[in-house]
């Protein structure tokens, strides 16, 4: 079952560079939550995803 998008923490409504991430079928998805509905998603595997997190970090 998808989880509901879920917008970063530090995220604003000002425009800026935010994301959007959810579970899908076992795997964790991202897009640009600016384009919404039209953003392209990506799909990655979840420790891809927590790898992702921490060199954002």
Same mark, same amino acid.
């Given at each position: 079952m998808d989880t509901?998008? /879920?917008?970063?923490?530090r995220?604003?409504?000002q425009?800026?560079?935010c994301l959007e991430?959810? /579970?899908a079928a076992g795997n964790q998805?991202? /897009?640009?939550?600016?384009?919404?509905?039209?953003s392209p998603i990506?799909?990655?595997?979840?420790?891809?995803?927590s790898a992702l997190l921490d060199a954002a970090r």
């Open positions: 509901a998008w /879920r917008k970063s923490s995220s604003s409504n425009g800026g560079q991430a959810r /579970r998805q991202v /897009r640009d939550s600016k384009l919404g509905e039209g990506f799909t990655l595997a979840s420790a891809d995803f």
